[in-house]
């Protein structure tokens, strides 16, 4: 195409919503008019699956759930009185309770008030408040927000050595919609010990967001938090910002959080729309389908050019991988769907992989995040009549172009500023493209069975772990690691008893072991104490 056809393309498949201030341009994805002719059928059972997810249909037939994170921001659209109640009575709960924190009015009991916030989850626990707050949080925010989202120890003794001297007045937010999830139950029992050191009382200083009747509820009523607030189980983790989740950790940083909301709830209104051109989500979902052939075959590049949004990148990998990454699809045929995610932000990126992208191997579609604002008030000149700001703009549109001409295809998506309002509908048009899209290629998007696994194999490897002290504490001499593996009745399981013990002898963990680490079979191992 030349340029004048380029430019005509563009103008064709341009969207934008003058409200919101968007804009959409999938011009530069190589689709044809027949591509898209033929998509049709598949689109208008997508935008009805997704009419039905909305209506309160079981649209996570595995888990025999519903689906209503758009019901979050439109709680009319609650399928009943009862779950509408639920969305406004936790969103009136959770505005009081930031606002009586702001006031001092809930204070921990040593100090007048709360000055910072240790949020403790992981996942869809942690990616949403993370990805907001980077966005969104002023920099005098009324709380600072630190995360603790691993079960690294190290990581952990660098936050909390951070709030040593804070930590009476630091807020402990536990979130996990499961109420089990081993990171972060070792990450809440580590701050509680750490409080514990210091003689304040940990449940005067924590709150859980959670599922009804788990564990850590449980926990938060029987040691007399400061209050719960609930998850409810037709949202899922990483549709789970606009829930109880991401909004406590916002409305807590000063964020307007009902901005956030109504940009949501605006951009779900533009695209439950079931003219394709007329939709953006369906038309992201389009451009996905053509890239990959629906079959995830390009990798997608995120890179928004601003600084403040390069967590959306990381919030986009598990929103989509986790989604629609599936081995089986909804008829049970082995389909192995997915789209890889991966990005940071440009155009610092441009310094890093984009050789790769503009040169190497052809496995990838781009994602631009255009932002027009620059900043507030004017900029310094950096050259005569330029400015930082139109060396970004510039670096994104070379890019866009470079990497056009060498054959590899990109998605430009324009917003106004960065606002709570278009963070909100940023949030909304990914959650709907994931749908459509899961609609398109015949898969649940809202389940995640493939994550048991890896949480099955550590919990035998911990046991195992048990097993080899045991052993190794009754033995009075030492003994190789096969010898050991037979004992715990494990021959099969070497590798891992090698790795068990490794680890617990860098950590001084009372194991002794002689010989060379390089010879495996050579080491000798008896128990120190
Ligand atoms: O909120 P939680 O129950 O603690 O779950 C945290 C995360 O862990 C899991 O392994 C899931 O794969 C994620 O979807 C979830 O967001």
Redesign the pocket.
């Known amino acids: 195409m030349d340029q004048s056809q380029l430019w005509q393309r563009y103008q064709d498949w341009l969207y934008y919503d003058p409200d919101l201030n968007f804009y959409l341009d999938i011009s530069r994805m190589r689709f044809s008019d027949q591509f898209v002719q033929e998509m049709q059928p598949q689109f208008q059972k997508a935008f009805q699956d997704m009419a039905d997810l909305e209506a309160g249909a079981i649209a996570n037939p595995d888990e025999n759930r519903m689906v209503g994170h758009y019901w979050l921001r439109n709680p009319d659209l609650a399928p009943n009185a009862e779950l509408k109640a639920d969305i406004t009575d936790t969103l009136e709960k959770l505005k009081t309770f930031a606002a009586q924190v702001h006031s001092g009015y809930i204070h921990p009991p040593k100090e007048a008030r709360f000055t910072d916030v240790i949020s403790i989850?992981?996942?869809?626990?942690?990616?949403g408040p993370q990805f907001v707050s980077q966005a969104l949080a002023p920099l005098d925010a009324p709380l600072n927000l630190h995360f603790i989202d691993n079960t690294d120890p190290k990581g952990i003794d660098d936050q909390l050595e951070q709030l040593r001297d804070r930590l009476s007045s630091t807020l402990v937010l536990v979130?996990?919609?499961?109420?089990?999830?081993p990171?972060?139950r070792n990450g809440m029992i580590e701050v509680q010990k750490a409080y514990e050191a210091q003689n304040l009382n940990f449940g005067s200083h924590a709150v859980a967001i959670?599922?009804k009747g788990?564990k850590l509820e449980q926990i938060a009523i029987s040691e007399g938090w400061i209050t719960t607030f609930p998850?409810h189980d037709w949202v899922?983790?990483?549709t789970?910002e606009m829930s109880a989740?991401g909004l406590v950790p916002a409305a807590l940083q000063g964020i307007d959080i009902d901005s956030i909301l109504e940009g949501a709830k605006t951009m779900d209104n533009l695209t439950r729309k079931s003219q394709l051109k007329t939709n953006p989500a369906a038309l992201l979902s389009l451009a996905w389908y053509a890239a990959g052939n629906g079959k995830g075959e390009k990798d997608m590049v995120v890179l928004p050019y601003k600084d403040s949004l390069s967590l959306f990148s990381r919030y986009l990998q598990?929103l989509v991988m986790?989604s629609l990454g599936k081995e089986k699809d909804l008829d049970g045929n082995t389909v192995y769907q997915g789209i890889a995610v991966y990005g940071n932000k440009g155009s610092t990126d441009q310094h890093a992989y984009v050789q790769q992208l503009r040169e190497g191997v052809p496995n990838f579609f781009a994602t631009f995040i255009e932002v027009l604002k620059d900043r507030d008030g004017d900029s310094p000149e950096v050259e005569a009549g330029v400015t930082s700001g139109d060396y970004l703009s510039g670096l994104l549109q070379g890019t866009r172009l470079a990497l056009y001409e060498n054959e590899r295809d990109s998605i430009t998506i324009t917003v106004g500023e960065v606002t709570p309002r278009t963070v909100g509908a940023l949030i909304a048009l990914y959650e709907r493209a994931v749908g459509l899209y899961a609609s398109l290629v015949n898969i649940n998007a809202y389940h995640?069975p493939g994550?048991?696994a890896g949480?099955k194999a550590a919990a035998s490897i911990l046991e195992l772990q048990n097993n080899v002290i045991e052993v190794l504490q009754q033995e009075k001499t030492s003994l190789s690691l096969s010898e050991i593996a037979q004992k715990v009745n494990a021959p099969d399981s070497v590798e891992a008893i090698y790795k068990i013990i490794r680890h617990l002898h860098s950590n001084y963990r009372g194991v002794k072991v002689e010989g060379n680490w390089g010879k495996p079979s050579d080491l000798k191992i008896s128990w120190a104490n």
């Open positions: 989850g992981i996942g869809g626990s942690a990616l979130i996990s919609k499961s109420g089990g999830t990171e972060t959670t599922g788990s998850m899922g983790g990483r789970s989740v598990q986790e995640q994550v048991e949480k």
